[in-house]
């Protein structure tokens, strides 16, 4: 074989080597980009800073943003959110309309025989509000016989439930109202209604915002733990997906604590690090 022929053979692999190459970058532009799993997470857009909407129309607030930043730690999912009434939320869950809950909530043994709980993504303090002259109230057991407004379904209205089950003889008085937290609270100051079970934080920003004459009261360890852990979480659906999507979001959660954004935006919206310490 002489050195034309070599030289032809060599070429002809070069080439054919070539072709081989390119045909494989073709596919890799041509194959589908993995489409992404569609997420909705509802919200009732109250109570601030938790979730509201701002006088832009925009939905911001502290379990936004969380959801945000988790989801940023999860490329795999799409997001997006869907602003409804309260028990619309918990109802879109259990239909699978909504994936994902953000509404500051609590642990709760009735919704957790329905819904996925998230990891902790905010450390509560619970307290009562009460007016600044009442001095009726200093501590839960005080609260047989005086009044509030409350939301059904919230953490707070269980326990006063359950602790009216316990103490018939004198119980609670629960006025439910679906009325913002702002008019909720002007209807303590005012005396219209005895107290309010709240966050401290929460109750902390209302009256620094609002100038409200009232003052809070905190609850005991023993106290505390009538309403709820001392945390609160986001919920998943209990879908044929849910238990892979809670995984996911857990994996998010520890990411945005491990990486101190997570204790950022609770500093933005409180002045303080309410983050979870895991």
Do not use: W
């Not at 869907?82 to 309309?97: C, H, I, N």
């Not at 409200?212 to 919920?235: C, G, H, M, V, W």
Request: charged residues 20%.
């Amino acid at each position: 074989m002489n050195i034309r022929t070599n030289y032809f053979i060599s070429a002809l692999s070069i080439l054919t080597l070539t072709v081989l190459l390119s045909g494989c970058d073709n596919a890799k532009e041509n194959s589908p980009t993995p489409q992404k799993e569609k997420i909705t997470i509802a919200t009732s857009g109250a109570p601030s800073p938790f979730t509201t909407v701002n006088d832009k129309g925009e939905l911001i607030g502290y379990d936004i943003e969380v959801v945000k930043a988790v989801f940023a730690q999860l490329p795999q999912y799409e997001i997006n959110f869907e602003v409804t009434e309260f028990p619309s939320v918990l109802a879109g869950l259990d239909s699978q309309r909504y994936q994902v809950g953000a509404n500051n909530y609590a642990m709760n043994e009735k919704r957790k025989e329905k819904y996925f709980y998230s990891s902790p993504i905010f450390m509560n303090q619970y307290v009562i509000a009460v007016a600044e002259n009442n001095d009726s109230i200093n501590r839960f057991s005080d609260l047989k016989g005086k009044s509030t407004e409350v939301s059904p379904g919230l953490n707070y209205a269980t326990a006063l439930e359950l602790y009216n089950e316990q103490h018939p003889d004198n119980p609670v008085n629960i006025i439910y109202s679906e009325a913002d937290l702002l008019p909720v609270l002007q209807h303590v100051e005012t005396g219209q209604y005895d107290f309010q079970l709240i966050d401290k934080v929460m109750l902390s920003q209302y009256i620094s915002e609002h100038n409200l004459k009232l003052k809070s009261i905190d609850l005991s360890n023993e106290d505390a733990e009538r309403i709820a852990s001392p945390y609160s979480y986001l919920l998943i659906s209990k879908g044929k997906k849910g238990e892979q999507l809670t995984k996911d979001i857990n994996q998010g959660i520890q990411k945005i604590i491990n990486n101190g954004e997570l204790s950022e935006i609770s500093i933005h919206y409180f002045g303080a690090d309410y983050s979870p310490k895991q």
